[in-house]
């Protein structure tokens, strides 16, 4: 189950100021909905549900195939600096980086000294403490309803598998009865359109699309219209780019001027998706995002493939954004919350 949780609607904003793009189609006035019901997940523990069991095999095997020699690590009989040192390598192999590798190790040892353990297989266990301590700031829900419409803009380099995850995202949204509406702002490639439309053909939500159009214009025209018909939710797909190619980071930092025109509290949320086979690579992405666009959470994507995971350790030390979902299939319902708990579990299994 999603941790989404619903807020009361805020009181109306104020007028935008008039937008740079054509004036949007107008769209009919629309009577003041009733406030959504305030959905709150359980909190944790959904370790039980068959449901998020199936998926957290699916990233404890997605994680194995890395080889994860982390969990090998503790096979031996003896704490000692051969155990540290094979464990440096495992993390270092696993995309952890030299930073969070470091501090995991320190607070590792730190931990087994407070627990005066002798045995191995228990410093296992105190490492997954320790990860799971680290990752805990990145574990955070998606706030949907504080703001009406609430805006998403999404970005990432190409085929990371943002235009999959607004689809995953859609469905569940609309499983939760929120209205979406979906802006196809990768006007580049026809086929992108296209598999937006799909999407949104599959979760009867509404799509916003223009041939040929500028991106950041038809932003402001889903803002609009999403405004106008008193939507909850609007997707923002824009198309894949990488941070150095600088014009089109430009083009992204337009999109979100243009939809703070079209709507003065927006984007609420800016998503960075990540493949997250992309190993130490993602940290650069992760650091190159949010310097152009000031991120407000994470999508980590493809998990169930030969991701390795530990570039998760590495975010969570040097660049926190929160990680809202994680990716660990290709069908619509492999898109679940991220659980600092539940992920160390898997990095060592
Ligand atoms: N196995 C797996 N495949 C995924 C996942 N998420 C996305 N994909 C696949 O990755 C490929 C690219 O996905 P898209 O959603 O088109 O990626 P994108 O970021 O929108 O790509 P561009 O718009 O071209 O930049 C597709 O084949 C998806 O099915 C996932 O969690 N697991
Ligand atoms: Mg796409």
Redesign the pocket.
Known sequence: MFSFFRKKPPAPAPAPEAGPAAAPAPVPPVAPQAPLPAVVSPPAAPAALPERKGWLDKLKAGLRKTGSSIATVFTGTQIDDALYEELEAALLMADTGVKATEHLLADLKKRVKESKTTDPAAVKGLLADAIAALLAPLQKPLVIGEHKPTVIMVA????????????KLTRHLANEGASVLLAAA?TF?AA?RE?LAVWADRNTVEIVTQEGGDPAAVSFDAVSAGKARGRDVVLV?T???LPTQLHLMEELRKIKRVVQKADGTAPHEVLL?I??NTGQNALTQVKAFDEALQLTGLVI?????TAKGGVVCAIARERPVPIYF?????KLE??ETFNAREFAQALLN
């Open positions: 990432g380099v190409n085929g990371a598998g943002k235009t999959t995850s607004i689809g990768d490639r992108a598999q797909d198309a894949g780019r998706v493949d997250g994507t493809k998990l169930d493939g994680i990716g660990v299939g290709e492999d898109l």
